[in-house]
């Protein structure tokens, strides 16, 4: 079972809906989970962390965690072109000193 | 405020050339430094990482190094170029262990020709 897992997508979300990204992991003592975002040609961007159960709100973005479940998810509410990325999901695997990324979701927002 | 500088931005090199791509922080200190590559489609790939000064763990046996000469510089190198060895390679940072996540630098792009 691969470490962190993402749907690659491409995802295609009409302007103004809301775009779910989901993300699944393995190891159940992670504590730390983060969301980039990746413009293409570009670096990765950190846009949200969580680390407790449950939602996290910041502007149009929400992350959702769920342990028990091994599961974390971004919302990003009334989307629109400019949030066409590619978006990382990554989890501190609570071992060593390094996060494990995974391969990422490509979304499109469609205008 | 803190900031990582990569360099250079791009690059073309022929096979069987060394390589040595220099990434430094500022407005940190000890920090936890890490080398990425991100192949075309693939996702990001852990090269090395260092908790500190001469301190490197390499994740991918391959001919590429990493050294730490300074508190705030992280350096990849290579001495021979092998093709496989173009991708978009990211040097991140981060203080006190990945728990507060990681920042990247701008990238340098390599092409082995």
């Known amino acids: 079972q691969k470490e962190v897992e993402q749907n690659s997508g491409p995802l295609s979300v009409p302007e103004g809906a809301i775009a779910s990204l989901n993300c699944t992991y393995s190891d159940r003592v992670s504590q730390s989970f983060f969301w980039y975002r990746q413009y293409s040609g570009k670096s990765p961007e950190l846009i949200m962390s969580i680390y407790s159960n449950g939602d996290k709100e910041d502007g149009r973005f929400t992350a959702q965690l769920n342990k028990a479940s091994q599961y974390v998810s971004l919302l990003i509410r009334d989307s629109q072109p400019s949030d066409s990325a590619t978006y990382l999901c990554?989890?501190?695997?609570?071992?060593?000193?390094?996060?494990?990324f995974g391969k990422g979701t490509r979304l499109h927002i469609l205008p | 405020s803190q900031t990582i500088h990569q360099w250079p931005a791009t690059l073309v090199q022929p096979v069987g050339s060394p390589l040595s791509l220099e990434c430094t922080v500022e407005?940190?200190?000890?920090?936890?430094l890490y080398w990425y590559r991100q192949a075309a489609g693939r996702g990001l790939q852990l090269l090395f990482y260092?908790?500190?000064?001469?301190?490197i763990s390499s994740e991918v046996p391959q001919n590429l190094s990493a050294s730490r000469p300074q508190d705030r510089q992280f350096i990849l190198s290579s001495k021979k170029l092998l093709l496989s060895d173009s991708g978009f390679y990211l040097c991140?940072?981060?203080?006190?262990?990945?728990?507060?996540?990681?920042?990247f630098g701008s990238g340098t792009r390599l092409t082995v020709v």
């Open positions: 260092s908790v500190g000064i001469g301190q």
């Open positions: 407005g940190t200190s000890n920090p936890n």
């Open positions: 991140a940072w981060s203080t006190g262990g990945p728990v507060l996540g990681y920042t």
């Open positions: 990554a989890v501190d695997m609570n071992r060593d000193d390094k996060i494990i």
